[in-house]
Structure formats: structure tokens, C-alpha cells
């Protein structure tokens, strides 16, 4: 394939991710943040305390909160320890607000439980890229290496799918196939775009958009069915449209090099029947 014809299956993917992200978040995307509004931040000793105990802790909560979910904790299981802060209300009340000032004496030790101990309704997740990218995720990797970056895997990065650490890229293990492409793309997408100068002058918004357009265009290109996967990272980061127009030179020239790089000639533009995220 020449570069004109790149450059148009380019342009294809690009133009449906706009008119994805004009159309708003995806239900998936709604799903997701809905059961992500249920979970607590912990602070870093209850996370040290998690991990302690649960190693593979993904997605704690407590017992009743995995209820309101529609998951139930399996009988036998044994809860993780975390701090609690005793609150209690002091001083007088407060004029601007009607409230007393609070403040904490104290710590209690509650329990939650990981997702893995539990049982019922599937978490709600957004959506991944699915099929399968063969060859082509071979000829990524030999990309990476060439340029210069090591290729890792650790389950340690966990919750999260990749890392890219400057000319070093972690991926989590045990993905599928076509999430294993699409995280390993977005990840070289930083190495090419965020690693220089560049990166001082843009925010993680803009570079989370940039890197997930390119993984969105390049999957598309081989054929993997994305779903509603790039639309709802991007839109996880309150990117949009607009600004994925304002990126749109950076992303075609990265997506083409790398739609190069993993051998281009082998396919061809995508049949008139290729439908967008949200046909």
C-alpha cells in the first residue's frame, strides 16, 4: 500500500472517532463510571495495607457496597483490614455553612473484600478492541525495538494496561491478543510524541487523546474491532473532539509511520461497509 492509500485509511478511522466523541459518552462509558462512583479512595497506608494482604487486589469495596452492585462476597472469604477515620463534630457552628468543623480522633479497622472474592453480576467495564491482530503484533514489537525502547510485562502495573516509562513500555500479561496490540500501540504512541519537548508544552489530557487516536486508527486499519474502547478512554480524560482536531497532524504522522513500519502493503482500505464506533 503507498502512502495515499495509508494516508486514507488514515483519515477513515480519524473521521469516525470525531463523530464518535461528537455524539457523547458511550453507555458502556456511563455503565462504567456508575460503579466507579461506588468505590472509595483509599489513602496510601490502606493501600500498602491492601496490597499487603491481597497482592493481585484489583477492585476493593466493602460488603455492602458489592451488594448495591449486585455481587455478593463468596462464602469462606476473609476480608482485608483497612484504617477508618473516627470523625467527630467540634467548635460551634459555623455561620457561612451551618455546620460544625469536624476533625479526627481516631482509627477503626473495617474490612472490604476484592473483586475476586465475590460472586455475581459482571463488573461494568468499558469497552476493549477485540479479533485478532496475528503477524502484525510481531512486527510491532520488532518496532519498539528498533526504536530503542525494552518491552516488558508485569502483573505490578495493575489495574492499569500498559506503561511507558521513557524507551522502556510495561504491558500487564495476560491480555487478549487485540488489547495487547491496542495498549502496546497507545504505549509507542507516547514513546514517538511525549518524550521530547513536546511534552512540557502538552497536558495529559491532550496526550492521552493523542495516543489513544493513534491505537484507534492503526487497530482499525488491521481490521480489529475497537467498540466503544477509544471513545470512552478519551472520553475518561475529558477529551473531545475538538481537541482531537487540534492533535489531528501529530496523530495521522504517527499512525501512518507506524501502519509503515508493520508492513501496510498487507492490507487494504477498509470495505465500503466498515462501520464506525457507534453504528
Known amino acids: 500500500m503507498n502512502s495515499e492509500s495509508i494516508k486514507k485509511v488514515t483519515n477513515q478511522a ?15 462509558l456511563t455503565s462504567y463510571l456508575a460503579a466507579v462512583a461506588q468505590f472509595h479512595r483509599y489513602s496510601f497506608q490502606n493501600i500498602l495495607l491492601i496490597a499487603r494482604q491481597c497482592p493481585h487486589a484489583t477492585c476493593v469495596a466493602g460488603f455492602h457496597t458489592w451488594r448495591s452492585l449486585g455481587r455478593f462476597v463468596k462464602k469462606g472469604e476473609k476480608g482485608l483490614m483497612i484504617l477508618a477515620p473516627l470523625v467527630r463534630k467540634i467548635g460551634s457552628v459555623d455561620e457561612s455553612t451551618t455546620e460544625k468543623e469536624t476533625t479526627i480522633f481516631g482509627f477503626r479497622a473495617v474490612y472490604v473484600f476484592d473483586a475476586s472474592q465475590t460472586d455475581g453480576a459482571p463488573l461494568a467495564t ?14 510491532l514489537e520488532q518496532l519498539v525495538r528498533e526504536q530503542g525502547i525494552s518491552l516488558e510485562y508485569s502483573a505490578e502495573i495493575a ?5 511507558s516509562c521513557g524507551k522502556k513500555i510495561i504491558l500487564l500479561p495476560g491480555m487478549a491478543p487485540a488489547e495487547q496490540f491496542s495498549t502496546l500501540v497507545h504505549e509507542l504512541a507516547h514513546e514517538m510524541l511525549h518524550r521530547d519537548a ?4 502538552t497536558t495529559q489530557r491532550v496526550r492521552e487523546t493523542e495516543a489513544e ?14 467498540n466503544t474502547a477509544a471513545q470512552d478512554y478519551i472520553s475518561l480524560y475529558s477529551g473531545d473532539a475538538s481537541l482531537l482536531l487540534e492533535s489531528l497532524e501529530y496523530i495521522q504522522k504517527t499512525a501512518n509511520q507506524i501502519l509503515n513500519s508493520i508492513g501496510a502493503e498487507d ?3 477498509p470495505p465500503a461497509n466498515w462501520q464506525g464506533l457507534n453504528a
Open 267 to 269: 492490507f487494504s482500505a
Open 213 to 226: 487516536a493513534v491505537a484507534f486508527v492503526v487497530s482499525k486499519a488491521i481490521r480489529l474491532d475497537t
Open 159 to 163: 489495574p492499569a494496561k500498559g506503561m
Open 198 to 201: 513536546r511534552r512540557s508544552q
Open 126 to 139: 468499558i469497552g476493549v478492541t477485540q479479533g485478532e491482530p496475528g503477524a502484525y503484533f510481531t512486527r
Open 14 to 28: 480519524i473521521e469516525q472517532l470525531i463523530e464518535a466523541l461528537k455524539a457523547g459518552k458511550s453507555e458502556a
